[in-house]
């Protein structure tokens, strides 16, 4: 690929065109049906382990916990981003074929470390202070 590949003119938007516009469209499309799937299994998680303790947990449901919930939800989505930030570079690369047929597994592994994660919050960090 040389430099003039990397040059991006721009539409009458303002928006790239070029290589660069469908390499953004085609990891947009890639990777925001799958936050979906995503956020629903952090969503289990939280909900199983509210529903597998709960009697522990009654009396922490408040507004301020649940903005909390809320807030670590935000920070959740936005750790998702950081796919875009793989994704985009190695589609630039040769081996852009390659990284379409397997990135599959970025998507795996953000998702479980994000399960382990949100496990780890909850006992470490939520469940010693129920009483």
């Known amino acids: 690929m040389d ?9 009458a938007s303002g928006a790239p065109s070029g290589p660069l516009r469908d390499i953004l469209t085609n990891a947009i ?4 049906p799958r936050r979906i799937i995503y956020n629903f ?3 289990v998680v ?3 382990w ?15 916990s649940l903005l909390l919930l809320f807030i670590l939800a935000a920070l959740a989505n936005i750790c998702y981003c950081a796919a875009y930030v ?3 570079p190695m589609q630039h690369t040769q081996f852009q074929g390659i990284w379409r047929r397997c990135r599959w597994g970025l998507w795996l592994t953000g998702m479980l470390l994000a399960t382990v994660l ?4 909850i006992v470490d960090e939520i ?3 129920v009483r």
């Not at 499309?29 to 925001?32: D, N």
């Open 86 to 88: 793989a994704d985009v």
């Open 46 to 48: 939280v909900a199983a």
């Open 50 to 64: 509210l529903g597998s303790t709960w009697p522990h947990f009654r009396e922490t449901l408040t507004l301020h």
């Open 118 to 121: 949100a496990n780890y919050w």
């Open 3 to 11: 430099g003039q590949d990397l040059i991006q003119s721009r539409d």
């Open 127 to 129: 469940y010693p202070y």
């Open 29 to 32: 499309r890639y990777w925001e």
């Open 41 to 43: 299994v952090l969503a």
